[in-house]
């Protein structure tokens, strides 16, 4: 799961994207590429862990992945996650989402 989640759009150009499972996983790699395939540099804070938000996730269970720079305004960009083991080693179904971003926004 993710928020902003699949198909969202108007999303603010400074907001955290937020990467949550049902169960601890391992392994996982994340990115993050704007609509011409080029990647964006974040960084990948558990959840439990983000001083900015009050949030408790269950440990392995959540990220905020946090754009080096904000994002440009009214761009399609696509999460992509893969390579993630569950707790028995499993590897699970790779995952993407879209998002838009707001035109005309500004960073907080």
Request: aromatic share 6%; no cysteine; charged share 25%.
């Amino acid at each position: 799961m993710t928020n902003p989640a699949d198909g969202d759009i108007g999303v603010p150009i400074d907001a955290g994207i937020r990467v949550a499972f049902t169960e601890s996983v391992t392994h996982q790699i994340f990115t993050l590429k704007d609509s011409s395939g080029i990647g964006v540099r974040f960084t990948a804070t558990p959840i439990g862990d983000d001083p900015a938000t009050e949030e408790i996730e269950p440990a392995g269970q959540g990220w905020v992945l946090t754009p080096a720079k904000p994002l440009k305004e009214a761009e399609r960009y696509r999460i992509e996650v893969k390579a993630a083991k569950d707790a028995a080693g499993n590897v699970m179904a790779d995952y993407s989402a879209t998002f838009t971003t707001a035109k005309g926004t500004t960073p907080a």
